[in-house]
């Protein structure tokens, strides 16, 4: 049965978790630039430089440090803001949920445009629909998120004034519950130029491949035969192309996060949303080791468990995998 | 002792003159005749071609850019009266118009070309070298060493892409060659997932096996049976490679975390945006955005149409 790959496919994903944790520790430590060079700088006294030591708990040996950082880790504790004076996972928890639902959000809206648009290219092969359509994805896959960004920015705020300019909420307005946060009018309001900018971006990776394999699809025999029953061309495209075609898209997909959440942290810079990617850039741009910690654990976090997600979501897609292999 | 004007005189005698012509030129031959036929730019499309031109143009600006710029790109501009030129529409003086720093957007721009496709390049080399390796070892050895290599990457894939660039950035030191190791170190992974799989399937082959019974060597079965038909693939994840490497090294630039000391497109962009102009000096930050996104739209066209010559399942249809 599948619990077995289940069962390792869990494995694996607590296995990575731990490796970033491992990567993330040697970064912070072992690294030119690390925390320890900034504060405790060659300036200070011996015994200070000493004192410092003891109290970072740089004194201590690597693995000493290793088993109390995962344990730390483990407990959500990111130590405090060198900015801001405050526990990390307080900056962080607010972020942590703006940042998960405007991807999924934006992955979701991207996958399906990506996939309605393929299908349209599909029907309209060879024929300037389906240049332009290539056109259109080409050039959105090629453009940096940020010109993007700007350019719908000013279109469509700064020209037309539809929408605001950046922010998730406007001033005095937005609630202490975490769904009153996210459920309001508000807040669509905000989100829906950020998701636009995000999707125009994101959309090209299930479009390509999902256009290239359909076009693989078109010479099979079962093609032909839902032809010669006589289905109709829609029918076709959709009930016997699509649904074959999903496969490689829901594996794309799963490669794509760790390129999406680049896009993520230059679409909340351009619209100043309160993510975790603002967070990330700027607490890295002041040397805020806890906070750029913190951060990057739980971005790592989210990329692999959507790639474990999207995992799961294959098998449950591809029947010759759950049945074949593993019974 | 050496007698000289006799080595120069051998050197410059005509015979070995024109030996040396005929020799360099078959050589440069040689290699162009082999470009063009690795990369196919004979049988690409009308939009490939259209790609590799483009490529070819930005060349030529990244190695003869310094030597058009008509100013200093660094430079705060003085006009006659004694004031700087700041925000200055095009003119003749200045075809793209002024900064709000007064310094000239044209030689900007050219200047800002050669660290892009400097690191576009290094990058996509590196990425298809270290990824086109591990696949095909991880593909043709099979058992541990695959099953080592293969979660190897799995854990690199966990990395999220563009924070853990900035973090390894700001920890090594803001410069061109640490942005473009950064760059690498995370991108080759999706390079050698493909590469693998299809090494799997070409193991199985028979002049594979045939080489095998004939006594060769694993390395020699590697490198000279197994990579060249490995070879159009890494061309097309050259091409992708160099895609990401851009997009990355504009997104590096946008935020802060480049080269101080070098003028890139996304830096340009990023005062432009700082400044708080984006309404009204179109001439600032249009052109430089045109550029990231031609050169980059340029090597996705090229790998496209490379892979529609080298995958002639999509071409027949």
């Known amino acids: 049965m599948t619990y077995r790959y289940l069962i390792e496919r869990t494995a694996m994903m607590l296995l990575t978790m731990f490796a970033l944790l491992v990567i993330q520790f040697f970064m912070f430590r072992l690294m030119p630039g690390d925390p320890s060079a900034s504060i405790v700088s060659g300036s200070l006294t011996r015994e200070v430089q000493l004192q410092l030591r003891k109290s970072w708990e740089l004194d201590k040996p690597l693995y000493v440090q290793f088993v109390n950082y995962v344990y730390k880790l483990l407990h959500l504790d990111f130590g405090i803001s060198f900015f801001k004076r405050i526990p990390v996972i307080e900056i962080i928890r607010y972020r942590f949920w703006n940042t998960v639902i405007f991807m999924l959000v934006a992955m979701i809206w991207a996958n399906f445009i990506g996939i309605v648009l393929a299908c349209v290219s599909v029907a309209r092969r060879n024929k300037t629909g389906d240049t332009a359509l290539i056109l259109l994805g080409s050039v959105c896959r090629a453009t940096p998120l940020f010109v993007t960004g700007i350019i719908v920015l000013t279109i469509f705020s700064y020209w037309l004034d539809y929408f605001p300019l950046g922010g998730m909420h406007a001033i005095g307005v937005g609630s202490s519950t975490f769904l009153g946060r996210f459920l309001n009018f508000d807040f669509l309001y905000h989100a829906i130029l950020p998701i636009f900018t995000a999707s125009l971006f994101y959309f090209t990776v299930p479009f390509f491949v999902m256009r290239t394999a359909m076009l693989e699809y078109v010479g099979e025999d079962y093609i032909a035969l839902a032809k010669a029953k006589g289905q109709t061309n829609v029918n076709i495209l959709i009930k016997h192309l699509a649904r074959n075609a999903l496969n490689p898209v829901v594996t794309s997909a799963a490669m794509a996060i760790g390129f999406a959440i680049s896009g993520q942290v230059i679409v909340e810079i351009i619209f100043r949303w309160p993510g975790m990617g603002t967070e990330l850039v700027y607490s890295t741009l002041r040397r805020d080791y806890p906070v750029i910690q913190g951060t990057f654990f739980l971005l790592g976090i989210i990329v692999i468990f959507m790639n474990y997600v999207s995992d799961l979501l294959y098998l449950y897609l591809d029947p010759r995998i759950r049945y074949a292999k593993f019974e | ?317």
């Open chain 2, 1 to 317: 002792m050496l007698n000289s004007s006799k080595f120069l005189a051998d050197i410059l005698n005509v015979n070995t003159l024109r030996r040396m012509l005929a020799g360099s030129i078959s050589m440069l031959w040689w290699v162009t005749n082999g470009i063009i036929t690795t990369f196919r730019l004979r049988e690409l499309g009308y939009q490939g071609k259209i790609g590799v031109f483009i490529l070819l143009f930005f060349i030529f600006i990244a190695i003869f850019g310094k030597a058009l710029a008509p100013y200093n790109p660094k430079e705060s501009l003085v006009g006659t009266d004694g004031k700087f030129k700041s925000l200055q529409t095009p003119s003749l003086q200045h075809p793209l118009g002024t900064t709000w720093q007064s310094r000239d957007v044209l030689s900007q721009l050219l200047y800002g070309c050669r660290p892009t496709l400097i690191a576009g390049a290094t990058a996509a080399f590196m990425v298809a070298f270290i990824g086109v390796n591990i696949g095909i070892i991880s593909g043709y050895f099979g058992g541990k060493v695959d099953m080592i290599l293969m979660r190897f990457v799995d854990i690199v894939f966990g990395l999220p892409f563009l924070p853990f660039i900035i973090v390894l950035v700001s920890m090594l030191g803001r410069s061109q060659m640490n942005v473009i190791i950064a760059i690498v170190v995370i991108t080759w992974r999706s390079v050698s997932r493909v590469v693998r799989s299809q090494v799997l399937t070409l193991r199985e082959l028979p002049y594979v096996k045939a080489a095998k019974v004939m006594g060769a060597g694993d390395f020699r079965i590697l490198y000279l049976h197994i990579f060249p038909n490995v070879l159009p693939l890494s061309v097309l994840y050259l091409a992708f490679g160099f895609v990401w490497a851009i997009l990355a090294h504009a997104d590096l630039s946008f935020l802060g975390f480049a080269d101080p000391e070098v003028v890139t497109w996304g830096k340009m962009i990023y005062s432009a945006w700082a400044a708080g102009v984006m309404t009204t000096a179109f001439w600032w930050y249009i052109p430089p955005s045109i550029c990231i996104s031609a050169l980059a739209s340029a090597a996705f066209f090229y790998a496209r149409a490379f892979e529609e010559v080298a995958n002639p399942r999509l071409k027949e249809q």
